[in-house]
């Protein structure tokens, strides 16, 4: 017997996506202000904003 796996929603796929990156961006902030390099801070915390937007945008549909 074989599995058969539905189609993924594309929504989902997105989501999960948008995810990691805010995930991974809250890490890039971290690891910044560990360095305490104020240039990678404001690199970083524009990374987060922006995969802060990105999450609400989609959770909003």
Do not use: F, G, I
Not at 12 to 18: S, T, V
Not at 34 to 48: F, G, I, N, R, Y
Request: negative net charge.
């Amino acid at each position: 017997m074989t599995a058969q796996t539905l189609p993924q929603d594309p929504t989902d796929e997105r989501r999960a996506a948008a995810a990691c990156r805010l995930y991974d961006a809250e890490c890039a902030l971290h690891a910044a202000h560990a360095a305490h390099e104020d240039a990678w801070v404001a690199a970083a915390s524009q990374k987060l904003h922006d995969a802060v937007e990105a999450w609400l945008t989609l959770a909003a549909r």
